[in-house]
């Protein structure tokens, strides 16, 4: 992977990883990633590649596959 690459795909998880500490500060939340993209700036495939990462990654947040109806639903709480 080339380093403007990497430093793209990093700075696109330090975003989701922000948005979704700032959104999960009250409690859970559940969201579909395509829902979110404006948001965060990103395609609802970057984003669930993202959380797919960021639920093995990220200790301060529980993140998982909640469902799926036309897309997946993401819960995410403070852990």
Known sequence: MSTTAQTSTESKELRLKRYLRE????GELYFKGKF???DVG???KE???LMAKLSDSV???EIEK???TSAT???VAPA
């Open 23 to 26: 959104r999960a500060e009250d």
């Open 36 to 38: 979110i993209a404006d």
């Open 42 to 44: 990103m395609s609802p």
């Open 47 to 49: 984003i669930g590649a």
């Open 59 to 61: 200790s301060d947040l």
């Open 66 to 68: 909640w469902s799926y």
């Open 73 to 75: 639903t993401w819960r």
